[in-house]
């Protein structure tokens, strides 16, 4: 019998132990581990509340972890609870699937005032992370700032612009709609330093600007370049920015607007105590298609900033670590640990990216670790015991289940669940 530790329960971890499971069918035990009770990683965390076809997904991870050869191990931080050193003894291989959690700084003076947030502090407010749900985002003022051309900034620009009943159907928690609901925020300035060409946003993310109850977007046309150069563009970010530039014609009817400024890069943040203001560099684009400050500087008001430029990976002791993820090689990260997800590539791509990346590394667990053993290694008993002598208190899949069915029978009419936002209650409702 193999024994194999994927450390982390996002899509990377799910999709690699299913490989892994199909490599080895009956020969092997594979144990998901997470720093949470609760798995699925940013499914649960970090993928919109209003987005509830796409954490349907977990669905298919389900079936994973009810699959005789998986199990789910939560509450155990792997560099605290257990090092990587000490997995390697106890199982064949170990995979890495931590994600990148922290949020990239933007690097300009005035980043640590009050009112100014990283995207995974806002988005896990939203969605019931535990380390951010006494966040409070500053929301009484009428215009706040979203950093960033991805989907994650509209992300964050659709929630601050949407109606209580706009909500219904999500999983927003209880904290964040109400604080929504009476939020005076009007207008939010969605900030690029580059143009419509470069964003990175999807078609789907964008067209549902154009249908919301009280928001609108207002895009400049200048900014665009002639109608005819959309042709160069892959189909994705043509019809991207054809919808963009279809947004000049909405009528500006509602009560809240969502303006892109493109060409635009924050060079300081300034407030007395708080945000108030963001110092504004125009930019072109240089003969490489980089952005370059033309010294035109204007300013512009806000009293919530939310920065939404990428994400970095959490290092952990004894592995090697540069430039935001774990330095790997094709998924190899030294003799038998591997890494996979956003802790191998860095924070792009969408769930489905993931799926190839953990089979890819399964293919070649499965060509280093044949199937029988040279010397049985213990595997999950062996790491319950060295954490119960540390008096870590593994929780299990049927705790998890316990955890989901507590938040869908608590929930608010309209919504699928009311979530549970501290790790003491996730602990609380499986009576520990
Ligand atoms: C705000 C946001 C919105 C998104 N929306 C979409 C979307 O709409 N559609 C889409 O396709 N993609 C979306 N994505 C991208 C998608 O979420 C990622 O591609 C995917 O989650 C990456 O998977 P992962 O498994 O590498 O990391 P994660 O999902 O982050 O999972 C990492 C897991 O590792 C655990 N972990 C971390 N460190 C440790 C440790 N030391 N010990 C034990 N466990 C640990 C974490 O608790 C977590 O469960 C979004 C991303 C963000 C940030």
Same mark, same amino acid.
């Given at each position: 019998?193999?024994?194999?530790?994927?450390?982390?329960?996002?899509?990377?971890?799910?999709?690699?132990?299913?490989?892994?499971?199909?490599?080895?069918?009956?020969? $092997?035990?594979?144990? #998901?581990?997470?720093?949470?009770?609760? *798995?699925?990683?940013?499914?649960?965390?970090?993928?919109?509340?209003?987005?509830?076809? %796409?954490?349907?997904?977990?669905?298919?991870?389900?079936?994973? @972890?009810?699959?005789?050869?998986?199990?789910?191990?939560?509450?155990?931080?792997?560099? =605290?609870?257990?090092?990587?050193?000490?997995?390697?003894?106890?199982?064949?291989?170990?995979?890495?699937?931590?994600? @990148?959690?922290?949020?990239?700084?933007?690097?300009?003076?005035?980043?640590?005032?009050?009112?100014?947030?990283?995207?995974?502090?806002?988005?896990?407010?939203?969605?019931?992370?535990?380390?951010?749900?006494?966040?409070?985002? *500053?929301? +009484?003022?009428?215009?706040?700032?979203?950093?960033?051309?991805?989907?994650?900034?509209?992300?964050?620009?659709?929630?601050?612009?949407?109606?209580?009943?706009?909500?219904?159907?999500?999983?927003?928690? +209880?904290?964040?709609?109400?604080?929504?609901?009476?939020?005076?925020?009007?207008?939010?300035?969605? %900030?690029?330093?580059? +143009?419509?060409?470069?964003?990175?946003?999807?078609?789907?993310?964008?067209?549902?600007?154009?249908?919301?109850?009280? @928001?609108?977007?207002?895009?400049?046309?200048?900014?665009?370049?002639?109608?005819?150069?959309?042709?160069?563009?892959?189909?994705?970010? =043509?019809?991207?920015?054809?919808?963009?530039?279809?947004?000049?014609?909405?009528?500006?009817?509602?009560?809240?607007?969502?303006?892109?400024?493109?060409?635009?890069?924050?060079?300081?943040?300034?407030?007395? +105590?708080?945000?108030? =203001?963001?110092?504004?560099?125009?930019?072109?684009?240089?003969?490489?298609?980089?952005?370059?400050?033309?010294?035109?500087?204007?300013?512009?008001?806000?009293?919530?900033?939310?920065?939404?430029?990428?994400?970095?990976?959490?290092? #952990?002791?004894?592995?090697?670590?540069?430039?935001?993820?774990?330095?790997?090689?094709?998924?190899?990260? @030294?003799?038998?640990?591997?890494?996979?997800?956003?802790?191998?590539?860095?924070?792009?791509?969408?769930?489905?990216?993931?799926?190839?990346?953990?089979?890819?590394? $399964?293919?070649?667990?499965?060509?280093?670790? *044949? $199937?029988?053993?040279?010397?049985?290694?213990?595997?999950?008993?062996?790491?319950?015991?060295?954490?119960?002598?540390?008096?870590?208190?593994?929780?299990?899949?049927?705790?998890?289940?316990?955890?989901?069915?507590?938040?869908?029978?608590?929930?608010?009419?309209?919504?699928?669940?009311?979530?549970?936002?501290?790790?003491?209650?996730?602990?609380?409702?499986?009576?520990?």
């Amino acid at each position: 019998m193999r024994h194999f530790a994927v450390v982390g329960s996002g899509p990377a971890g799910f999709y690699t132990a299913e490989a892994l499971e199909k490599a080895y069918g009956d020969n $092997a035990r594979i144990d #998901i581990l997470d720093r949470y009770p609760v *798995p699925y990683g940013l499914i649960r965390f970090g993928v919109a509340p209003d987005h509830q076809s %796409l954490k349907a997904v977990s669905k298919r991870y389900d079936k994973v @972890a009810e699959s005789s050869g998986v199990d789910f191990i939560g509450n155990v931080t792997i560099g =605290r609870d257990v090092s990587v050193a000490e997995l390697l003894d106890l199982y064949d291989a170990v995979v890495l699937a931590t994600g @990148a959690p922290h949020d990239r700084k933007l690097g300009v003076p005035g980043e640590d005032l009050a009112g100014v947030v990283g995207s995974a502090e806002f988005v896990g407010w939203y969605n019931g992370h535990p380390e951010f749900a006494d966040l409070d985002p *500053p929301l +009484g003022g009428s215009h706040a700032i979203v950093v960033g051309n991805g989907n994650v900034a509209l992300d964050c620009a659709r929630i601050l612009s949407k109606t209580r009943h706009e909500f219904e159907g999500s999983d927003i928690v +209880g904290h964040a709609l109400e604080a929504l609901e009476h939020s005076r925020v009007r207008t939010i300035t969605i %900030l690029g330093r580059r +143009g419509p060409h470069q964003i990175a946003m999807t078609p789907k993310e964008l067209g549902e600007l154009g249908h919301l109850e009280d @928001a609108v977007p207002v895009v400049e046309t200048a900014d665009f370049p002639p109608l005819g150069a959309d042709e160069a563009l892959d189909p994705g970010l =043509r019809k991207s920015v054809s919808l963009l530039r279809g947004f000049a014609d909405l009528p500006q009817d509602k009560t809240k607007q969502m303006v892109f400024d493109f060409f635009a890069k924050p060079v300081r943040i300034e407030g007395e +105590g708080k945000v108030e =203001r963001v110092i504004v560099e125009r930019t072109e684009l240089d003969e490489k298609g980089a952005a370059k400050g033309t010294g035109q500087m204007y300013e512009v008001p806000a009293s919530l900033v939310i920065t939404a430029i990428g994400y970095s990976t959490s290092p #952990i002791a004894e592995v090697p670590f540069e430039g935001g993820r774990f330095v790997n090689e094709n998924g190899l990260i @030294a003799e038998r640990l591997y890494a996979v997800g956003w802790a191998r590539r860095g924070p792009t791509g969408t769930i489905g990216t993931n799926r190839p990346d953990g089979y890819e590394v $399964a293919d070649q667990i499965a060509a280093a670790v *044949p $199937a029988g053993s040279n010397g049985e290694r213990d595997g999950a008993a062996g790491l319950k015991r060295l954490l119960g002598s540390r008096g870590v208190m593994p929780t299990d899949y049927d705790d998890w289940r316990k955890i989901e069915e507590t938040e869908v029978s608590r929930a608010r009419p309209g919504s699928p669940r009311e979530k549970f936002v501290r790790h003491e209650e996730w602990l609380r409702t499986i009576g520990r």
